[in-house]
């Protein structure tokens, strides 16, 4: 995801992959675009814009080819094992001399040193270490991960954030760096003021559901024809919400007219909320809290299909090289004068690698054909 990012905002990104089957995630489980022998919806995900190299660095015509490629880099990402690419050359320490400007990011699961540096980690695991998962859940049940690799997604985007970063540096000190970035790490930082509260406070955060422990009406309601979520966070939204429900009374009501009250009587404020809700639908009432925050929760398909989607631009159907066209969702930065390229469709596997090998590494034909009877390069 990081690079994809990358790519979208006009990086060069070429991304090394074994030429035996390539990244894990294209044999990955669920829809595969093309059908049973095309690309995993995971690969296709994370992967436009890329130049992929069929290459295998295990090998030292392979390892001489990376360092060629090097030479012409800004930036080196990796995510193994700490300690994994020292075999092979490929660690910091080996390539900080020879390439001094380069930046070079690795992504581990509990940062480059100390103890617990050479465990593998999933994110799902990381949510249950982190404390996060004890937070997330039913208040009278247990804790529960994200279905959304959230660990993994936050830190993609402190990747980016902290590559752009170091390329902004190196402007005033022209010299690369490393940067150690630990989805444990991010996973804490990811707490956010649930972290605080407990250590400000020293109580574990309560479980709330889909609702919050210090706030309401802050949860799901039922409609006519379905639930809504309300966020009414501050006394003015509440205010507005109760005239915009016709009852103008209830925020003046001293059982709900403070946000502690209201905790305190949140089933009562809650079961009084849902019945005038009941006699509409959460289409209109939508539209009846347009002012406040408030909105449908909706299934996958009613996301993807709402109109407000395409108008954003956040859809975009690639032409895959193998597999034909395949709907994904698109970039979500915007810019005014440097607009993102998000139109580039993931790359089959070694698709370029004999376009970088010559342009980038300088290799001709004859060297090429080596490489690839040696099974070097795919």
């Known amino acids: 995801m ?12 070429i991304k090394i992959e ?36 069929a290459l295998d660095f295990t090998k030292p015509d392979g390892q001489a080819i990376v360092h060629k490629l090097l030479e012409k880099a800004d930036v080196m990402i990796e995510n193994f094992r700490p300690g994994v690419l020292k075999k092979y050359g490929l ?32 994110d799902p695991v990381l949510q249950a270490e982190s404390g996060m998962m004890s937070v997330n859940g039913e208040a009278d049940g247990e804790g529960l991960r994200h279905a959304i690799a959230i660990v993994d997604t936050m830190t993609a ?12 540096a190196r402007t005033s000190t022209g010299k690369g760096q490393h940067i150690d970035l630990a989805l444990y790490d991010t996973a804490l930082v990811s707490l956010g003021n649930m972290g605080s509260y407990y250590l400000i406070g020293g109580d574990q955060p309560r479980r709330a559901g889909n609702g919050h422990f210090a706030s309401a009406p802050n949860s799901s309601f039922e409609t006519a024809n379905g639930k809504i979520y309300m966020a009414v966070a501050n006394q003015k939204l509440f205010v507005d919400t109760c005239k915009a429900m016709g009852h103008p009374e209830w925020a003046t009501d001293p059982r709900f007219a403070t946000i502690a009250a209201r905790v305190a009587n949140k089933p009562l ?69 440097t607009p993102v390229d ?19 590494a300088g290799l001709g034909d004859n060297e090429i054909a080596a490489l690839r009877e040696k099974k070097v390069v795919g």
């Open 342 to 360: 998000d139109t580039r469709p993931p790359p089959s596997l070694g698709e370029h690698t004999e376009s970088v090998l010559k342009e980038i």
């Open 269 to 337: 404020l809650t079961s009084m909320m849902e019945e005038v809700l009941k006699t509409d639908t959460k289409e209109n009432w939508t539209q009846k809290f347009r002012h406040l925050p408030a909105g449908p929760i909706r299934t996958m398909k009613e996301a993807l299909d709402e109109p407000e989607v395409k108008r954003r631009g956040m859809l975009k159907t690639y032409k895959h090289t193998r597999v034909g066209d395949v709907p994904l969702i698109g970039s979500n930065y915007h810019f005014s004068d």
């Open 2 to 13: 990081c690079t994809q990012m990358l790519s979208d905002m006009g990086a060069e990104v």
């Open 91 to 122: 660690d910091w320490a080996s390539v900080r001399g020879k390439y001094p400007r380069l930046i070079y990011l690795s992504i581990s699961a509990y940062g480059q040193t100390g103890p617990l540096s050479d465990r593998p980690g999933y």
């Open 18 to 53: 074994n030429p035996d089957g390539g990244d894990d995630t294209r044999k990955g489980a669920g829809p595969r675009a093309g059908g049973e022998t095309g690309e995993s919806h995971f690969f296709m995900t994370y992967n436009r814009g890329k130049k992929s190299v």
């Open 157 to 168: 985007i402190h990747s980016a954030s902290a590559i752009n970063a170091a390329l902004y």
